[in-house]
């Protein structure tokens, strides 16, 4: 199967530039456990695991056993990627935000297209999961709360361009064309001792945050939260910019305290979204060696 681009993320290439990026070969994990009961957002089903085979079932293997489960969960529940069709803006005649719109989606830079044609009872049919390449590029780990000085953001705290502005200073980071830009708010810590904060008062970037960053040339954008914006509000204004504006995704809840810890603030990351037919979002297990 030919790989082709999905919005912004470009067609996978490993070249000489991106292997300088490697220097020690550490591999960090960037995913989080996924455990019964996990934080999820407010609509969504949350994780759990139900045995459906075990070792003491009658099986026809002779000599060995077997045991499976069944997992069910949303797709927007622990570490995972937003496929372009997750998140549509409704948008009057002339394409401006209305709330007495139509729902539209990404197409391409500058183009929409209506959210209601493309959906079946099979699902997403335009710019959904199985249509993103697997994803290799430069990455960048933003740690706001380290420049902060804190373990953890605020809750609700929005990330201004002053603070990306600050934390690039401090890092000595840069971000080039292609980039993909993770941002730490330490939000794990509140994912970890199950802190509903890590659902509903997530800190986060606001929107002029959002438009600093794809103005400097970022193509991806991650964060240890469930919405990488700051929520709330909660009217999806970052992702509205990225994801319908931009052709930009998020990958969320992810766990960033590792690369912090290390000082490791630049990488080769690795993303692979699983190809779910029709799906808004695939659930991935990132890494990024250093």
């Not at 949350?46 to 009658?58: A, E, Q, V």
């Not at 959002?210 to 909660?234: H, I």
């Amino acid at each position: 199967m030919t790989l082709s681009a999905y919005g912004k993320l470009p067609i996978p290439r490993l070249t000489p530039e991106l292997l300088t990026l490697i220097k020690s070969g550490q591999v960090f994990s960037l995913a989080v456990d996924y455990e019964q009961g996990m934080l999820a957002p407010g609509p969504m089903a949350s994780y759990s695991i139900t045995p459906h085979l075990r070792h003491s079932d009658p099986t026809d293997m002779g000599l060995a056993s077997a045991a499976a489960e069944v997992i069910n969960m949303s797709i927007h529940v622990g570490t995972h990627i937003d496929a372009l069709c997750h998140i549509a803006e409704k948008q009057d005649a002339e394409g401006k935000p209305s709330a007495d719109g139509e729902s539209r989606l990404y197409a391409g830079e500058g183009e929409t297209v209506a959210a209601n044609e493309h959906v079946s009872f099979m699902g997403q049919n335009h710019n959904s999961i199985e249509g993103m390449p697997p994803i290799i590029m430069r990455g960048v780990l933003l740690d706001v709360a380290g420049y902060k000085g804190v373990d953890v953001l605020p809750d609700a705290y929005p990330i201004t361009p002053e603070d990306l502005v600050a934390t690039i200073d401090k890092q000595g980071t840069t971000i080039t064309d292609g980039t993909a830009v993770l941002v730490r708010t330490g939000f794990y810590q509140h994912l970890r001792n199950n802190n509903i904060v890590f659902r509903d008062a997530q800190a986060g970037l606001n929107l002029e945050s959002a438009k600093y960053l794809v103005e400097k040339g970022m193509a991806l954008v991650g964060s240890d939260t469930m919405a990488v914006e700051v929520q709330p509000p909660g009217d999806h204004a970052v992702h509205r910019y990225h994801l319908v504006h931009n052709g930009i995704t998020h990958v969320e809840v992810l766990y960033l305290d590792e690369l912090a810890e290390k000082q490791q603030y630049e990488f080769l990351l690795i993303i692979t979204p699983l190809k779910l037919t029709g799906a808004t979002g695939s659930w991935v297990h990132p890494i990024a060696i250093g």
